[in-house]
Structures are given as C-alpha cells and as structure tokens.
Nanobody, 127 residues
C-alpha cells in the first residue's frame, strides 16, 4: 500500500505564492502519473494539474494554466505544485493523487483514474 502525504498549504494574500509537496512512501512506489485536485466548500473536487512520472509531461486545468507549475523529483518520489499569483478562487483543500495504470492517450484528469490519495492540505487566499 502506498501512502501520499501533502504539505505546504497555508494562508496567503491574493497575488502571493505557495508551494505544495506530495511525498509518496510505502511499498515500492510505481506510478504512471500523479496529479493535484482541489475542493472548495460547497463544490465538487476538481482537477488542477497532472504529470506523467516517467516523461514529465504535464497538463493543467484552464483555471490555473500560466500560474501553477507541477513538477516531480523521481529520486525523492515527491511531486510539487508551485502556485503563483493566487486569488480567492484558489482557496480549497488540495489533494495529491497517484495513478498506477495507463490512462489512455490523454492525460489522467479524472478522479477514477487515480488509485491513491493524500489526506489534503488547506490553501486559503485572502483578498
């Protein structure tokens, strides 16, 4: 069983930046892709960004494109989400997830494609 642990959340003013981390541990970890999702109060969880573990290929939701950057350190089994120019609409609990199977030709953007989830980390942006 793999475990995912997020860190780096917190409170920041609009226009500020945060960097989230997601560390994978447990049995030998082998992931096809990892991703970030978020859930705001009263809303469904939504896709934010994903990265293919071997190639580093990335894909972003339109709402964060140009502001967020997803990356990974294969040696450390850790994924990151650099979030810049944050606004109030980015306030949410952010979850990291790992997909162990091929998602098809397109990137892994759907929740059922992910097998492991972290516990979430709160990001609060004040205007």
């Amino acid at each position: 069983q793999a475990q995912l642990v997020e860190s780096g959340g917190g409170a920041v003013q609009a226009g500020g930046s945060l960097r989230l981390s997601c560390a994978a541990s447990g049995r030998t970890f082998s992931s096809y892709a990892m991703g970030w999702f978020r859930q705001s109060p009263g809303k469904e969880r939504e896709f934010v960004a994903t990265i293919r573990w071997r190639t580093g290929s990335t894909y972003y939701a339109d709402s964060v494109k140009g502001r967020f950057t997803i990356s990974r350190d294969n040696a450390k089994n850790t994924m990151y989400l650099q979030m810049n120019n944050l606004n109030a609409e980015d306030t949410a609990v952010y979850y990291c997830a790992a997909a162990t199977s091929y998602c098809g030709f397109l990137h892994c953007t759907q929740e059922p494609q992910y097998d492991y989830w972290g516990q979430g980390t709160q990001v609060t942006v004040s205007s």
